[in-house]
């Protein structure tokens, strides 16, 4: 079945630094990638889509300039969280969408916590 | 953004016996997923079912749906520990492709 790889799986950093969590897939062409945040014992909250080649579209409140998005390829996509804060800690997690995929595939989340 | 509304909140339940979870949601759909979410990790679809189907079936699992109340189920008959995590409901998936999420389900089978 689909694959999609999310790293790193949990990262520490400091305050102010940058991070970029990558999402590949395997085994298909994700043409549409969603990333998500999640709180402890909360559903997912979607923060931004984005199409291979294009600009994201971010949600209402979500800043896209401190969470930049790039899909510069049908089979990767990265979420770049920049200047962290210990308020972006959180539970971050990728899901493409292939044209020839019915289904959702969801990358195994990653754990951020900020310093 | 979210607007379907899963209950029980949390279950909990002794292994070999059933668990539902309910999904309500609010506007007409094409179809409604259903994804489960171990501890600390992504989601894994489980089944989807169209607008046009009342039940599926999956190994131990059967999903209903009636579009007349805007709802929908999902049983796991004779539950294992292994089946302890978050279930949620999805819609959506239209041409913006975005789904809208429940709040999910808790569910802990005990040994």
């Known amino acids: 079945g689909a694959v999609v790889s999310q790293h790193p799986s949990r990262v520490i950093c400091k305050s102010g630094t940058s991070v970029k969590i990558e999402c590949r897939s395997l085994d298909f062409q994700a043409t549409t990638m969603f990333w998500y945040r999640q709180f402890p014992k909360q559903s997912l909250m979607l923060m931004a889509t984005s199409n291979e080649g294009s600009k994201a579209t971010y949600e209402q409140g979500v800043e896209k300039d401190k969470f930049l998005i790039n899909h510069a390829s049908l089979t990767l996509s990265t979420l770049t969280v920049t200047s962290a804060h210990p308020e972006d800690s959180s539970f971050y997690i990728c899901s493409a969408k292939s044209d020839s995929n019915y289904g959702y595939t969801f990358g195994s989340g990653t754990r951020l916590t900020v310093v | 953004s979210q607007q379907g509304e899963e209950d029980p909140q949390a279950l909990s339940i002794q292994e070999g016996e059933n668990a539902t979870m309910n999904c309500s949601y609010k506007t007409s759909i094409n179809n409604l997923q259903w994804y489960r979410q171990n501890s600390g990790r992504g989601l894994v679809h489980l089944i989807l079912?169209?607008?046009n189907e009342r039940e599926k079936h999956s190994g131990r699992l059967r999903v209903t749906l009636d579009t007349s109340k805007k709802s929908s189920s999902l049983l796991i008959t004779a539950s294992r520990a292994a089946d302890t995590a978050s279930y949620f409901c999805?819609?959506?998936?239209?041409?913006?492709?975005?789904?809208?999420w429940g709040l999910g389900t808790s569910l802990a089978v005990n040994p």
């Open positions: 079912i169209r607008s």
């Open positions: 999805a819609t959506g998936g239209g041409n913006n492709r975005k789904l809208i």
